[in-house]
């Protein structure tokens, strides 16, 4: 089965730092790897999908790896702003769309 | 174009009571799935669908129906609520195995 882990759970860090979040799955049989941010009382918003030949995938300050033979993928934040604070879930895609997530991790920028 | 949209928003019900939430798509999306988010245990698929006519069960889909007679539209049935099924119900849609959108999420809260 499937299971999906992110480290850490949560993360406070001061504005303009880089940070890294991380993102471990078991099975290395996925079609894609999403990553979506979700702030407190609101839905998922889509940041990066990597398919499953791509080893990164970039947008802004955003940049996603993946590397499927040791079951890892990073989200990494350039110059992070307090904007930035929400949880940052990453979820594997597997056979018929279906998504199986990790519990996410917290991040908080300090001012 | 609207995205994914989900009514009611809030929901507050009996136990034993059913309900549908609703879920829509503008996006001539072939995959649409449900998922229930819960404080400690993430996020985890109800059921889901790759087309109209097919439907599926996700990890959780105990207490719950659903069906796809358009491409558009998949209701999510709670036939006799009960205090367990109190959460946060969010609907997502795909073009295969692209980028997921979710809709704004149904927070329904049984007694």
């Known amino acids: 089965k499937q299971e999906v882990t992110q480290i850490p759970a949560a993360l406070s860090v001061p504005e303009g730092e880089n940070l890294v979040l991380n993102c471990s799955f078991t099975d290395s049989a996925i079609y894609n790897l999403q990553w979506f941010r979700q702030d407190p009382g609101k839905g998922l918003t889509s940041l990066l999908l990597?398919?499953?030949?791509?080893r990164e995938q970039t947008s802004g300050r955003l940049n996603a790896s993946l590397d499927k033979s040791s079951g890892r993928s990073t989200l990494y934040i350039a110059a992070s702003q307090p904007g930035d604070s929400a949880t940052y879930l990453c979820?594997?895609?597997?056979?018929?769309?279906?998504?199986?997530f990790g519990q996410g991790t917290e991040l908080s920028v300090k001012p | 174009n609207a995205g994914v949209t989900q009514t009611p928003k809030f929901q507050v019900l009996k136990t034993g009571q059913s309900m549908t939430l609703q879920c829509a798509q503008d996006m001539n999306h072939e995959y649409m799935s449900w998922y229930r988010q819960d404080p400690g245990m993430g996020l985890r698929l109800i059921h889901y669908?790759?087309?109209?006519?097919?439907?599926d069960q996700g990890e959780v889909p105990n207490g719950y129906n659903v069906s796809r007679s358009t491409t558009e539209d998949f209701p999510l049935r709670l036939l006799s609520a009960a205090p367990s099924q109190t959460s946060v119900y969010f609907c997502a849609s795909s073009k295969g195995f692209n980028e997921q959108f979710f809709g704004p999420g149904t927070r329904l809260t049984v007694l």
């Open positions: 669908s790759v087309g109209a006519g097919i439907t």
């Open positions: 990597i398919q499953s030949s791509q």
């Open positions: 979820a594997v895609v597997s056979q018929g769309g279906k998504l199986i």
